[in-house]
T-cell receptor, first 114, second 109 residues
């Protein structure tokens, strides 16, 4: 059974640009959550989607947004990139909202902003 | 502020040693997760706990809800156990995962 797929794996962008990251969950999983990992702040929750609706949002500026499609695939977008947005972005999928059924993580997208 | 504290931050052990990593949290939770992250970034979910104890191979996770504390034990440690171990909780008030800073474990032969 295929795992959680994140694309691309690596990305280099220039300050001020925007970027879109993709996450394909495990088949049958309806919840997708996104996380940012930096050396300074560690792992931080960005947002969670279930049935195409954002159900929960972390403490990030509005430049960070996301969406979920009817096939449960999710994208996150960061506009007007800043150097501090350089991070590993991870997504995780779950059968339902929250971790009651456990989470399966993707390998992440490493974003570098120059 | 709701917090998740892990200790120790770094841990070096010799192969075969028994290892304990601790996690404390500040308010009520609905679930606690132990995660493993190898160099390169991929995260593997090891355990999800809401009470008691779980065991998988050489790994054991326990949680004491009254004391707001969980431990991850590794018996007969092996160099392949070298990784960062992260505790994450779901507060009673919401679904989002809140993470500890992680424990970096190095097991030497």
């Amino acid at each position: 059974k295929a795992g959680v797929t994140q694309t691309p794996r690596y990305l280099i962008k220039t300050r001020g640009q925007q970027v879109t990251l993709s996450c394909s969950p495990i088949s049958g999983h309806r919840s997708v959550s996104w996380y940012q990992q930096t050396p300074g702040q560690g792992l931080q929750f960005l947002f969670e989607y279930f049935s195409e609706t954002q159900r929960n949002k972390g403490n990030f500026p509005g430049r960070f947004s996301g969406r979920q499609f009817s096939n449960s695939r999710s994208e996150m977008n960061v506009s007007t990139l800043e150097l501090g947005d350089s991070a590993l972005y991870l997504c995780a999928s779950s059968l339902a909202l929250g971790g009651g059924y456990g989470y399966t993580f993707g390998s992440g997208t490493r974003l570098t902003v120059v | 502020k709701n917090e998740v504290e892990q200790s120790p931050q770094n841990l070096t052990a010799q192969e075969g040693e028994f290892i304990t990593i601790n996690c404390s949290y500040s308010v009520g939770i609905s679930a606690l997760h132990w995660l493993q992250q190898h160099p390169g970034g991929g995260i593997v979910s090891l355990f999800m706990l809401s009470s008691g104890k779980k065991k998988h191979g050489r790994l054991i996770a326990t949680i004491n809800i009254q004391e707001k504390h969980s431990s991850l034990h590794i018996t007969a440690s092996h160099p392949r156990d070298s990784a960062v171990y992260i505790c994450a909780v779901e507060w009673d008030s919401g679904y989002a995962l809140n993470f500890g800073k992680g424990t970096s474990l190095l097991v030497t032969p």
